[in-house]
């Protein structure tokens, strides 16, 4: 079936650190793949989603690219800040899925000054 | 615009009691999907419904139900309430026209506590 999987946290940085969140993913066809935040006590914010294979997604700093060879979805940021400090998940919706989202299980980053 | 609405935001039951949770998605949207947040199971899905026909189901007993009116809005329910239950519930819309690459855009949740 589809499943998503993503690196363990937490992840803790220094302001300004690199960040990089794995993501990799198990679909048939071609899915679509999605970054969501998540900020303490809050519901999901899209952060960024690409629709087929190497689109790069970008949003506020962070990019990702949509690698099929690898099935892979990292998050990169060149330069993190405090209240980049959240919980981040990636997700899939399958070819055919309409909207069921598929989500790994979230890395929690905690950025400190 | 505004984005996805849930209400209440908050709530307490005990076991064995029902709950509805409701829905407003964004204006123009016409599919709207559930989500359950756990610590222990993260985020799963319960069901999407487009122009009021349940379009796909998660793996839920039964008692997880819902619906959509015909202005789009959702509502679902829970009965004989578990202790298990106590999550957070996640509405989600989008236009759901078509299948591929759609923006999914979730509201703010409703914290649901079971005693």
């Known amino acids: 079936g589809n499943s998503v999987t993503q690196m363990e946290g937490p992840v803790t940085l220094s302001e300004e650190a690199f960040l990089t969140i794995n993501c990799t993913y198990t679909?048939?066809?071609?899915?679509?793949l999605f970054w969501y935040v998540q900020y303490p006590g809050e519901g999901l914010q899209l952060l960024l989603k690409a629709t087929k294979a190497d689109d790069k997604g970008s949003n506020k700093g962070f990019e990702a690219t949509y690698r099929k060879e690898t099935t892979s979805f990292h998050l990169e940021k060149g330069s993190v800040q405090v209240s980049d400090s959240a919980v981040y998940f990636c997700?899939?919706?399958?070819?055919?899925?309409?909207?069921?989202?598929?989500f790994g299980a979230g890395t929690r980053l905690a950025v400190h000054p | 615009k505004a984005g996805v609405t849930q209400t209440p935001r908050y709530l307490i039951k005990t076991r064995g009691q029902q709950v509805t949770l409701s829905c407003s998605p964004i204006?123009?949207?016409?599919?709207v999907s559930w989500y359950q947040q756990t610590p222990g199971q993260g985020l799963q899905f319960l069901f999407e419904y487009f122009s009021e026909t349940q379009r796909n189901k998660g793996n839920f007993p039964g008692r997880f139900s819902g619906r959509q009116f015909s202005n789009s809005r959702s509502e679902m329910n829970v009965s004989t309430l578990e202790l298990g239950d106590s999550a957070l519930y996640l509405c989600a819309s989008s236009l759901g026209d078509r299948v591929f690459g759609n923006t999914i855009y979730f509201g703010e949740g409703s914290w649901l506590t079971v005693v």
């Open positions: 997700a899939l919706v399958s070819s055919g899925g309409y909207n069921k989202l598929i």
């Open positions: 204006s123009g949207h016409r599919s």
């Open positions: 679909a048939t066809g071609y899915p679509s």
